[in-house]
């Protein structure tokens, strides 16, 4: 079972190939996830996210 749909698998896959640094392909692996997907990563209950969301926003919280 993975949290991300075979496009970002194969992306992520192609990025850890590069002859990059760690710092780099760390920093373009993050970019290219979006927050969906990192919710799935964070947060097994989705309900629990969205109440995360909510009070961060609420409390003008960075995320």
């Known amino acids: 079972m993975s949290i991300a749909d075979s496009s970002l698998v194969f992306k992520i896959e ?3 190939s590069q002859q990059n640094s760690i710092e ?3 920093s373009q692996i993050w970019a290219s996830v979006d927050s969906e997907t990192v919710n799935r990563l964070f947060f097994e209950n ?3 996210d969205k109440e ?3 009070l ?3 409390n ?3 995320n």
């Open 14 to 16: 192609h990025i850890i």
């Open 60 to 62: 003008r919280m960075a």
């Open 52 to 54: 995360y969301r909510r």
């Open 24 to 26: 780099e392909k760390f």
């Open 56 to 58: 961060t926003k609420e």
């Open 46 to 48: 989705q309900n629990v």
